[in-house]
């Protein structure tokens, strides 16, 4: 059965977890292991954590905070921030990360991407592509990178299709446009990535009601969402979560 995964997402910032809207004003939400520990225990399929000053501050993403996160869960962790060699991703996944995301290493050396699949497997790289919208590019979508500050004038949708033809084993595309807002997912942008790719495609950023998680499964073919704010503040639970997609004809891991 191929279920469709609820992903709780923990922005980590000096190893904090932090949440933000359109990737700023940032709000202390406490202890990224803490809160993993809690999600692991309600029924998350996966967690993913983001160091999202990695890039900005030009390091490495802080293995102490990755490794007490990885102690406190029993379920599948995704690691993404300043990984930017091969070297990075293996102290990663020696600590207990089952996949890396890769981002503004990726977009600034795609090759990057290919020698990772190759020493790891593509099962264990994700590709996150942090987009904004901009009429001027044939989709409409730009790729942005360095922690959502810089625009690369990329196309977000063709950079997808080069990802896959990369080896990559999953796209994650955050909409900084809703990210945070909780008014929903972009689904033009995740439904334009999700149907030029075989690969699965992580909805991220945006979701506020139970009803955006159906939304951009349904409407926009995402494999698995990212939740953050409605996790986070206590809106919703995994299991609510999970219940109303079920009650909706979505399999879902109950």
Known sequence: MDYRRIIPC???KDGRLVKGINFVQLKDVGDPAENAAVY?????DELVFLD???TLEKRKTLLDAV?????RISVPLTVGGGIGSCQAIEELLDIGASKVSMNTAAVQNPDFVKEAVDEFGSEKITVAIDTSSNSQLPSGFEVIVTGGTIGT???AVEWAKRV???GAGAILPTSMDTDGTQAGYDIPMTKAIADVVALPVIASGGAGTLEHLYQVIVEAGADAVLVASIAHFG???ITQMKEYLAQRQIPVNL
């Open 40 to 44: 692991s225990q309600a029924g998350a």
């Open 67 to 71: 490794k007490r996160t990885v102690e």
């Open 52 to 54: 999202i000053t990695a």
């Open 164 to 166: 896959e033809d990369l």
């Open 153 to 155: 004038g990329i196309d």
């Open 10 to 12: 923990l922005d980590v």
């Open 235 to 237: 809106k919703y639970t």
